[in-house]
């Protein structure tokens, strides 16, 4: 649920593999991925210590894509579906 003026700290170890397998996985241009190939490619990238059986990588894959894309890490295309590739 989305609280207006609230913040929440993402615990680190879990964000940082996050980004590393969307940056890895994300082409440099269009065409990028969809929501859905993203998350199939990032899965074999994330540590199992971390992510063991890919547990909440949907839920870390949406709050890394959402961050990277607003620092302009990533860009999200005007298709249907959406996708996204690296800046």
Do not use: C
Request: proline share 8%; hydrophobic share 40%.
């Amino acid at each position: 649920m989305n609280h207006p003026g609230k913040t929440r700290r993402a615990d680190a170890t879990h964000y940082n593999a996050m980004k590393r397998a969307v940056l890895k996985v994300l082409p440099r241009r269009s065409p990028g991925l969809d929501y859905a190939r993203m998350t199939r490619a990032v899965l074999p990238h994330l540590p199992a210590d971390v992510f063991p059986g890919g547990a909440r990588a949907s839920w870390w894959l949406k709050t890394v894509q959402l961050d990277l894309e607003a620092k302009g890490l990533i860009e999200r295309e005007n298709t249907k579906p959406l996708t996204w590739h690296r800046a």
